[in-house]
Structure formats: C-alpha cells, structure tokens
C-alpha cells in the first residue's frame, strides 16, 4: 500500500496552511526557519543540560562536564 500523499494532497494542504496563516511561505523560507526553530531547541537543550545549576541536573551530568573540558563546572 502507497502511504506516500498523492501531489494534489500536498497542494491542498499548502493551500490549508496558506489560507490559515493569511500568507505563503517560500519552500528556502519554510526551511531556514525550521531549520533555525531546530538549531534553537537544541541550543537550548544543551544549554540546560550542561549549564544548569539545579542539583538533580548538575550532579548527573558532573562528571561529563568535567569530561568535555569546554564546559566549566566550578
């Protein structure tokens, strides 16, 4: 069975999500901000996973922040 959306599936859907938003969005546009919203989420991950000075979080990752040797733990 073909799970893959047939080409007039794909435009009805840009048209439902054209006719929402009030505007279309450019195939390199749509992709630089996913691509930004991505990178973000995972800076900030990083960020709370090796920066963070809450205890739980601190004291599971202490020794892979001493590992990395980048990231300064005292």
């Known amino acids: 069975m073909n799970m893959r959306p047939t080409q007039a599936g794909e435009k009805t859907m840009e048209r439902t999500v054209a006719s929402r938003l009030g505007f279309a969005i450019s195939e390199p546009a749509s ?3 996913k691509s930004g919203i991505f990178l973000t989420l995972c ?3 990083l960020f709370v996973t090796l920066a ?3 205890p739980a979080v601190h004291d599971t ?3 892979v922040r001493h590992a990395l ?3 300064p733990c005292h």
């Open 52 to 54: 963070a000075s809450y």
């Open 31 to 33: 992709f630089l901000i």
């Open 43 to 45: 800076g900030v991950t």
């Open 61 to 63: 990752l202490h020794n």
């Open 69 to 71: 040797a980048v990231v």
